[in-house]
């Protein structure tokens, strides 16, 4: 059983910064993890995503060069490093974890756990 926590969502202005933390307990060291967002009225996208082994960082299109996702294996931890934040970035942040690191990084369907959610609101 895989449990994880996010934190560190919140109001932010247009421009700003923010760092989100997702928590990781149980078994997820060999797998992969990623973030996920859900925009009012909207379906939940693909976000950043990286595999707790290392290697290549993934990133959609509308995030890529403002955002930055890393881990801290020792504390079992993700980060979002959320940098130049738009209106459009408002969702709430969603971290998941997959139980392998053979999958398909936008798909939401490959991951196994998800977190509670986080909400970020950029106002303009």
């Known amino acids: 059983q895989v449990q994880l926590v996010e934190s560190g969502g919140g109001l932010v202005q247009a421009g700003g910064s923010l760092r989100l933390s997702c928590a990781a307990s149980g078994r997820t060291d060999s797998g992969s993890m990623g973030w996920f967002r859900q925009p009012p009225g909207k379906e939940r996208e693909f976000v950043a995503a990286?595999?707790?082994?290392?290697?290549?960082?993934y990133y959609s299109d509308s995030v890529k060069g403002r955002f930055t996702i890393s881990r801290d294996n020792a504390k079992n931890t993700v980060y979002l490093q959320m940098n130049s934040l738009k209106p459009e970035d408002t969702a709430v942040y969603y971290c998941a974890a997959a139980l392998t690191a053979t999958w398909s990084p936008s798909r939401g369907h490959d991951y196994d756990y998800w977190g509670q959610g986080t909400q970020v609101t950029v106002s303009s």
């Open positions: 990286i595999r707790w082994s290392g290697g290549p960082t």
